[in-house]
Every structure is written in structure tokens, then in C-alpha cells.
């Protein structure tokens, strides 16, 4: 098997690297479809998580060189806040609202943590059930289902999904793990690990702004995972970090 690739793709503004994202992602969920028959995606909230959602949605609706079959696709997620299911913070709301209502995806492929009000109390029994479903969608002898691509933002403090620095989740082994008294609201959270995480064919950094520039700079120089999580982050194929220019800005210039 050939070395996993890390590359860095720097787009113009947050409208420009939705736009191109959302190109990418439709480009690589269709030859993921050729491939095998179906593809698989793991969703992140956020801004720029769902400016690209809603961007994919707007190119269903006209015709491209590319075309997926929504039919044929598992929706994940990377993490989820551990709120009531009608919670406008909850993820799994906004990716409804901005892709999966408008493209058609039957509710079998679309594998939504669990929310507060449903038939978990704790986020401890939420994260062991999606570790389950995880499991239950994997090839036989595995743990965890080929994901084509997992979309996942970035802090400006450097966390990844639900894990934050120094955090019991940076040192949890586990697929899927439950993070309480997280430092930014809502507190109570359920998060994929990096060994899910890290499973992944491909991992898509998306991040914006000028506030995440230290941090993205930070993490492509090798910072500790401990202390910035999103230096954790190396999928099977390929790990590329999407930025626009204000995220951009901290990193060395190219030689030459």
C-alpha cells in the first residue's frame, strides 16, 4: 500500500473553499460509487460544514459531469451534541435542513448519533450504541465500515469533533466515545475517536478564518496531539487540510 498523502489546498474565501469542496466531495462520493457500488460519509456542523452541505445540495439539483446516487449513500456524523433531537445545536438537524431532506436519502443510510430525549440518558450509553452501529455496517472481522470521506472543522483551539485539548478523548481508544464538561457549549457530547477517526479512507480538514490560523499551522508543523487533536488526524489515504487564505495565513511560505 502506497504512503498515506497530506496535502494543503488553500482556496481564496469561505465562499470560494465551500464551492470547491462541495465539487470534490461529489467527484470522490461518485467514484467511491463506481468502485463499490455504494459510498460513505461522515458529516461535520459548523459554518463551513454546512455551507459545503448546502452547496452539494444546490449541485444535486443541476447537472454536472458528476453525479451521485443519494440513494446508495451512509450518512455518519463525527460527533454530535448530546441534546434533544428538535435542538437547533444539534448537527444531525442542520445537515437535514441543508442536504439530506433536499437530496433524498432513505432514512436506512442515514446513521444519526442519538439525542438527549431518546432512549439513552447518558451520553456513555448513546457513544456504545453508535460504536454498535458502527460495527454492525462493517465488513466481516472488522469494527468499523470503509467511510470514503469524513468532513470534520477544526477549533480555533486546535479540537477535532468533540475532542479538545488535554481532554480524556485524546487519550480514548475507543470508536466512539461520550465527552462531558466540554469547554465550549453545550457541555455533553458524543464524539467518534481518533480510531475511527483515523480508519477513515480519507479525512477532509475544513477550516475558515483567520481565528484558526495558529492552530492550523500548529498542526501541519506537528504539534502534539494532546495539545492541539487536530495534529492527530492521519486517515488511510489521504488527510487534506481545505483552507481559505485567513486560515492559510500562519503557514510557511512555498519555497521558490
Given at each position: 500500500?502506497?504512503?498515506?498523502?497530506?496535502?494543503?489546498?488553500?482556496?481564496?474565501?469561505?465562499?470560494?473553499?465551500?464551492?470547491?469542496?462541495?465539487?470534490?466531495?461529489?467527484?470522490?462520493?461518485?467514484?467511491?460509487?463506481?468502485?463499490?457500488?455504494?459510498?460513505?460519509?461522515?458529516?461535520?456542523?459548523?459554518?463551513?460544514?454546512?455551507?459545503?452541505?448546502?452547496?452539494v445540495a444546490d449541485l444535486a439539483a443541476t447537472p454536472t459531469r458528476e453525479t451521485v446516487?443519494?440513494?446508495?449513500?451512509?450518512?455518519?456524523?463525527?460527533?454530535?451534541?448530546?441534546?434533544?433531537?428538535?435542538?437547533?445545536?444539534?448537527?444531525?438537524?442542520?445537515?437535514?435542513?441543508?442536504?439530506?431532506?433536499?437530496?433524498?436519502?432513505?432514512?436506512?443510510?442515514?446513521?444519526?448519533?442519538?439525542?438527549?430525549?431518546?432512549?439513552?440518558?447518558?451520553?456513555?450509553?448513546?457513544?456504545?450504541w453508535y460504536a454498535a452501529e458502527l460495527a454492525a455496517a462493517a465488513p466481516e472481522g472488522?469494527?468499523?465500515?470503509?467511510?470514503?470521506?469524513?468532513?470534520?472543522?477544526?477549533?480555533?483551539?486546535?479540537?477535532?469533533?468533540?475532542?479538545?485539548?488535554?481532554?480524556?478523548?485524546?487519550?480514548?481508544?475507543?470508536?466512539?466515545?461520550?465527552?462531558?464538561?466540554?469547554?465550549?457549549?453545550?457541555?455533553?457530547?458524543?464524539?467518534?475517536?481518533?480510531?475511527?477517526?483515523?480508519?477513515?479512507?480519507?479525512?477532509?480538514?475544513?477550516?475558515?478564518?483567520?481565528?484558526?490560523?495558529?492552530?492550523?499551522?500548529?498542526?501541519?508543523?506537528?504539534?502534539?496531539?494532546?495539545?492541539?487533536?487536530?495534529?492527530?488526524?492521519?486517515?488511510?489515504?489521504?488527510?487534506?487540510?481545505?483552507?481559505?487564505?485567513?486560515?492559510?495565513?500562519?503557514?510557511?511560505?512555498?519555497?521558490?
Amino acid at each position: 500500500m502506497s504512503e498515506p498523502v497530506v496535502d494543503v489546498v488553500v482556496e481564496v474565501d469561505a465562499e470560494h473553499l465551500a464551492r470547491s469542496v462541495a465539487e470534490a466531495l461529489v467527484a470522490r462520493l461518485a467514484a467511491a460509487q463506481t468502485l463499490h457500488g455504494t459510498a460513505s460519509v461522515g458529516l461535520t456542523g459548523g459554518g463551513i460544514g454546512t455551507a459545503v452541505l448546502q452547496q452539494v445540495a444546490d449541485l444535486a439539483a443541476t447537472p454536472t459531469r458528476e453525479t451521485v446516487d443519494w440513494t446508495a449513500v451512509d450518512i455518519w456524523w463525527g460527533d454530535e451534541r448530546f441534546v434533544p433531537a428538535g435542538d437547533d445545536e444539534r448537527n444531525e438537524k442542520g445537515a437535514r435542513r441543508a442536504l439530506l431532506d433536499r437530496v433524498g436519502v432513505p432514512p436506512e443510510r442515514v446513521h444519526a448519533m442519538p439525542p438527549s430525549d431518546g432512549r439513552f440518558a447518558e451520553p456513555e450509553d448513546a457513544a456504545a450504541w453508535y460504536a454498535a452501529e458502527l460495527a454492525a455496517a462493517a465488513p466481516e472481522g472488522a469494527d468499523l465500515p470503509r467511510m470514503d470521506v469524513l468532513l470534520l472543522g477544526m477549533g480555533a483551539e486546535g479540537h477535532v469533533a468533540s475532542i479538545f485539548p488535554d481532554s480524556p478523548a485524546v487519550r480514548d481508544d475507543r470508536p466512539v466515545v461520550a465527552v462531558r464538561d466540554c469547554p465550549k457549549p453545550p457541555p455533553t457530547r458524543v464524539s467518534l475517536g481518533f480510531s475511527a477517526i483515523n480508519a477513515a479512507e480519507e479525512v477532509w480538514l475544513l477550516v475558515s478564518g483567520e481565528g484558526k490560523a495558529a492552530a492550523v499551522a500548529e498542526a501541519l508543523a506537528g504539534a502534539a496531539p494532546a495539545d492541539l487533536p487536530a495534529a492527530g488526524v492521519h486517515a488511510v489515504r489521504a488527510t487534506r487540510w481545505l483552507l481559505d487564505r485567513a486560515a492559510a495565513s500562519k503557514l510557511p511560505a512555498p519555497p521558490g
